[in-house]
């Protein structure tokens, strides 16, 4: 298991925006956050000053706004929206990284007290430092890459995803606008359909795993094998919840493998959520097991038989196509 992908699923939890204090001009316009909460003071946050006009698509979704918090002293924090069309014009072949990493399920993290800012993609991490704007990709220097700021957005030359595995750019620019389509591994039917899963059945996030990376934490004690299933995806939980999803397509005659296999790893969980937070028993007791078609879905969630309905009419459609 790679521990950087730990790290990142951590940095989740403490995300904060990246606003290089450097690139916010105390000239600059400003806006205010919307929706504050009931005597929460309006905080004015420097906003860009529009025309960029490039347009973006993550495995096939156009980009199209992204958020992000903004502190507020003595209150906590307020959110905040951007749409993409209103960033600050950029030099040619420059995209918004924190916007194409929210898209992409990853994760960003500003460091004031080291002045720079993590992109976490996966298994890749980008690094902006912004003493010299110089970038480094999983601890190596990209040469000849500086990132561009603006109104404390972080822009690198998109040229950047075209290294990192899995991750592809498509330039569809013309005379008229600049266009850029990038696929990423998490445009994958399965991962995808993985995705919407966990928002209908209320998991906020997990630790996005492989069918060896799961049989490598929890096959000794399950007896689950990677070789149970020909593709698959696992989301597994941290300390503090039982939430978990893992879903892909079973290999022949391994379906009452997995099932066995799962049926021991929840009660892996029951054991645990019994005595502690035990407020997360129910989920753990409504697991679900569930084969449709070729497909299986084991699922611990708060709203498990919705995501499962929506299983079984997704795959339907798959297996349809």
């Not at 420097?46 to 980009?63: H, R």
């Not at 995705?195 to 998991?203: F, R």
């Not at 989920?283 to 038989?305: C, P, Q, R, S, T």
Request: proline share 5%.
């Amino acid at each position: 298991m790679n521990l950087k992908r730990i790290t990142s699923a951590g940095l989740a939890l403490v995300m904060a925006a990246s606003l290089a204090p450097a690139a916010l001009a105390e000239d600059e316009p400003l806006l205010i956050a919307p929706t504050p909460t009931a005597g929460m003071p309006q905080v004015e946050v420097p906003a860009p000053n529009g025309g960029y006009g490039t347009l973006i698509s993550i495995n096939g979704a156009a980009l199209e706004s992204f958020d992000f918090d903004r502190d507020v002293p003595g209150w906590g924090s307020q959110s905040v929206t951007w749409k993409i069309s209103e960033l600050d014009a950029v030099p040619a072949g420059y995209v918004p990284m924190r916007a194409i990493v929210q898209a992409d399920h990853g994760s960003c993290y500003w460091s004031e007290e080291e002045n720079q800012s993590w992109f976490s993609l996966g298994e890749a991490e980008i690094t902006v430092l912004f003493d010299d704007l110089s970038v480094k990709v999983n601890d190596e220097v990209v040469e000849g890459v500086s990132a561009v700021l603006r109104s404390g957005v972080t822009y690198l030359p998109v040229s950047i995803f075209e290294g990192l595995e899995g991750y592809a750019v498509v330039d569809n620019s013309t005379e008229e606008a600049e266009s850029y389509e990038i696929s990423t591994p998490n445009g994958t039917p399965i991962v995808k359909l993985a995705y919407e899963l966990m928002e209908v059945a209320g998991i906020g996030m997990g630790m996005k795993s492989s069918p060896a990376e799961l049989e490598e934490f929890y096959g000794e004690s399950t007896g689950f094998k990677a070789e149970f299933v020909t593709e698959g995806v696992a989301f597994l939980p941290m300390m503090t919840s039982p939430d978990t999803l893992v879903m892909g397509k079973f290999a022949e005659g391994k379906e009452k493998d997995l099932e066995e296999s799962f049926e021991a790893y929840r009660k892996q969980q029951e054991a645990t959520f019994e005595w502690y937070l035990s407020h997360n028993l129910p989920k753990v007791e409504n697991a679900k097991f569930v084969i449709g078609g070729e497909w299986f879905l084991f699922l611990i969630a708060e709203n498990a038989d919705e995501a499962v309905e929506q299983f079984k009419t997704a795959v339907q459609e798959m297996d349809a196509q």
